[in-house]
Structure formats: structure tokens, C-alpha cells
């Protein structure tokens, strides 16, 4: 029987499954409560983890169907017209589409009758053999490693995020703590109006989030490096993960790109309006974790982040492989120089843990 450090209490035993729906559930996970977080006993293993092999192309072991989309979403960026007339007939061919859908992609054939084709060198970067290799470069290496038993945090935490106190936008009372109090106030006043369901942020300044008695929580964001972090995690008995421990706790030992499968995610919401955020749901190991682009979570390692990109592959308009190649188990979203001395708040996470 594993010993746990002191400090954790247990809350129960569960089984989840990864998303989208219909997976079968991973193990039985036994859950813990300490330090302010529910933690995850994670068992040890002897596991493959990473992409990129030697002698192997870098879709050479992705299913054919995710290939094909691939070489579909490229060939309409080099040929832009040949591309939307072919969306128009795929969409024109569904007995339900949407007809606003169709309306949009007659639109785009229309303008572009007057530019066919891409720019060369345009059309030269997206090439099956040149995006394949920057994909190849974003993705880790396969390899064989020993992964120890683990309390592992369910739930990323924001980096750099300081709770000072409530703020009543109804009568502008306001119960901060005396040394952040002007800083916050000053947040506050910049925002301006707040909706009445109300959460507003000024990034790297002040986060506001409406609590159930109508009042906000009120956050100070505040900047931090990866040495800072690393140490103050460590002052409190805990490590980040590395990155073989990161992607075994993603896809749990799961040969596939992605921890979901293999499958384009589809129309999943991510949970910014009302709708239910799908990619949030725990994994096997009842963990949230590489669910939204914009969360890069922070590893041992100050080069490399994992689970996201800061939100920059969903502005590319490549198609669903590119958007969602950073939530991949075994992507690496590599820092410009100097990223690791400022990890800002609302971009970047991290997730304490206890090998055992």
C-alpha cells in the first residue's frame, strides 16, 4: 500500500472517462483532499511516451483519415479557390446544413474567382513534407520511461494570481487587503462598467469573478519566473512535473496523438459562453489537463510547456489537426528566448505534485 506524506485526507475512489463521450473509463482513481486542491493517487509505470521516431515520417503513424484532412486543409491554402469549391460541394451535399453556412462559403468562392492560387513561396510552406516537418519540430521524441507512483493536482493553477479581496460593483464597497488595495482599485476603475453576470479581467493586472452573493472576487495578476515558481512550489513540499510525467498523466500511456483518440474533437464548446465546456471533464486520471489552447502548463523543464500554445494555432485558419495539435499529449509549445522570466498570468498554469 502506498504511504502518503501528511496532509492529505481521502474524499473516495473514482473512474472517468476521457472526452468526447463514449471512451471506456480509465482506472480506478483514489482522490485526496490537502493543501487547498483535490489531489489524483496516480499509479506508477514502465511506459512509451512521445511521437517523433527515427526512420518514421511524422504522419506515418496517424490514421488515414486525420492524414487525408490534413492534405485537404493544406492543398486549400496553395490552391484557395479549388478549396472552397470543394467545402461549397461537401456542404451542399448535407441534407441539414446550416444555410448560413452555405451562404458564407458561396461568399468566399466568389472573392476568391479574382486569386485562384497562393503566393509560391506561400504554397511552398504547406507542402505534406514541409508542415510535416514543423509539426515533427512541436512534437516529442518516442521514448521508454519509468514513471514513479504520484499525488497529482486535478486541476491546473493559475500562475502569478493573488486573491486581495471582494468588491461590491453594486455600491462600490470594498473589502481589499490594505497592502494591494489602491493597486486593485486602480484595476478596477480601468475596467469600467461590469456586466451584471459579471466576470472582467484586465490581463496582468486585475481578474474579477462574480461569487454566488452578487459580490466579486477580486485577483491581482501578477508576473513571475520559472525559478521563482520552481523554488516556492519546492518550499512547499511539492515538484512540477516532467515532461514524461506530464504526458503519461495526459494520455495515460495511450499510443494516440491526442488523449481523446485519434478523432477531430468536433463542434466541442470550451466554455467561454453557455455552452459546456467538454474538453474541461477529467481525463483517465481524473485530471483536467491540455483542454484549452490558450493554458500552457508550465513543466520542470523552463524550455517547454505543455497542453497549449497561448491560443496562437486557433488564429492560423489551417483546419481542426492544426487547431488542436497543442492540446496533443506530446506537444511541446517551446519559449522564445527569455519566456520563462515572465509567465503571465491567464496564459500560463501549473500543477503541483508528490512522487510517492
Known amino acids: 500500500?502506498?504511504?502518503?506524506?501528511?496532509g492529505f485526507e481521502p474524499v473516495g475512489e473514482a473512474?472517468?472517462?476521457?472526452?468526447?463521450?463514449?471512451?471506456?473509463?480509465?482506472?480506478?482513481v483514489?482522490?485526496?483532499?490537502?493543501f487547498g486542491a483535490e489531489f489524483a493517487l496516480v499509479p506508477g509505470a514502465d511506459v512509451e511516451v512521445g511521437w517523433v521516431a527515427p526512420g518514421r515520417g511524422v504522419f506515418d503513424a496517424m490514421p488515414a483519415h486525420i492524414v487525408d484532412g490534413v492534405e485537404a486543409d493544406l492543398f486549400a491554402i496553395a490552391h484557395p479557390l479549388e478549396g472552397a469549391l470543394r467545402w461549397l460541394a461537401t456542404a451542399e451535399a448535407e441534407p441539414d446544413v446550416d444555410p448560413a453556412v452555405l451562404g458564407f462559403l458561396r461568399a468566399r468562392v466568389e472573392a476568391l474567382r479574382d486569386h485562384p492560387e497562393a503566393d509560391p513561396e506561400v504554397a511552398a510552406e504547406f507542402t505534406m513534407s514541409a508542415y510535416g516537418a514543423r509539426v515533427a519540430d512541436a512534437l516529442s521524441p518516442v521514448r521508454t520511461v519509468t514513471i514513479a507512483p504520484m499525488l497529482v493536482e486535478r486541476a491546473p493553477r493559475p500562475i502569478g494570481r493573488r486573491y486581495v479581496g471582494t468588491y461590491d460593483d453594486a455600491s462600490g464597497a470594498a473589502d481589499l487587503d490594505p497592502a494591494y488595495a489602491d493597486r486593485a482599485l486602480d484595476g478596477i476603475a480601468r475596467l469600467g462598467e461590469i456586466a451584471p453576470n459579471g466576470h472582467a479581467r484586465l490581463v496582468g493586472v486585475v481578474d474579477l469573478v462574480r461569487r454566488d452573493g452578487g459580490d466579486l472576487a477580486v485577483y491581482l495578476e501578477e508576473p513571475t519566473t520559472h525559478a521563482r515558481l520552481?523554488?516556492?512550489?519546492?518550499?512547499?513540499?511539492?515538484?512540477?512535473?516532467?515532461?514524461?510525467?506530464?504526458?503519461?498523466?495526459?494520455?495515460?500511456?495511450?499510443?494516440?496523438?491526442?488523449?481523446?483518440?485519434?478523432?477531430?474533437?468536433?463542434?466541442?464548446?470550451?466554455?467561454?459562453?453557455s455552452e459546456p465546456d467538454v474538453l474541461a471533464e477529467p481525463n483517465r486520471f481524473g485530471l483536467r489537463i491540455a483542454w484549452d489552447q490558450f493554458k500552457q502548463e508550465v513543466t520542470a523543464d523552463p524550455r517547454i510547456a505543455k497542453g497549449g500554445d497561448g491560443g496562437v494555432s486557433l488564429h492560423d485558419s489551417i483546419g481542426w489537426f492544426h487547431q488542436s495539435l497543442p492540446l496533443s499529449t506530446f506537444y511541446r509549445s517551446w519559449g522564445h528566448e527569455g519566456w520563462n522570466e515572465d509567465l503571465a498570468s491567464g496564459y500560463h498554469v501549473y500543477r503541483r505534485i508528490v512522487r510517492l
Do not use: K, Q
Request: charge should be negative; include cysteine.
Open 1 to 6: 500500500m502506498t504511504t502518503l506524506p501528511p
Open 15 to 28: 473512474t472517468f472517462v476521457d472526452a468526447p463521450p463514449g471512451r471506456a473509463a480509465g482506472p480506478t
Open 30 to 34: 483514489s482522490l485526496y483532499r490537502g
Open 230 to 273: 520552481s523554488a516556492d512550489v519546492a518550499a512547499e513540499g511539492f515538484a512540477l512535473p516532467s515532461e514524461d510525467e506530464w504526458e503519461y498523466l495526459c494520455g495515460g500511456g495511450s499510443r494516440t496523438l491526442f488523449r481523446w483518440g485519434d478523432d477531430d474533437p468536433g463542434d466541442i464548446g470550451y466554455g467561454y459562453g
